[in-house]
């Protein structure tokens, strides 16, 4: 399996409450020295700084991950 449907509800008590977020993400075989694709599905609407209505998701893994991609 290479390709996943992701949706994730908004929690309640924050701005994104009932809120549905649709991503698909795509592993690549050379996973996980190759970091999966996601694409968000954001039928129109751009709600957050790190997703756009284009589809694209910016996340700085480095920045969540730092201290694990030093030793990979």
Known sequence: MD???AVIIGAKGNPYHDGLFVF???IPSMYPLVLPLVRY???GFAINPHLFECGELR???SRLFGQFSKTL
Request: aromatic letters at 16%.
């Open 3 to 5: 390709l996943l449907r």
């Open 24 to 26: 698909d993400v795509y």
């Open 41 to 43: 599905h954001s039928f």
């Open 59 to 61: 996340i700085d893994l």
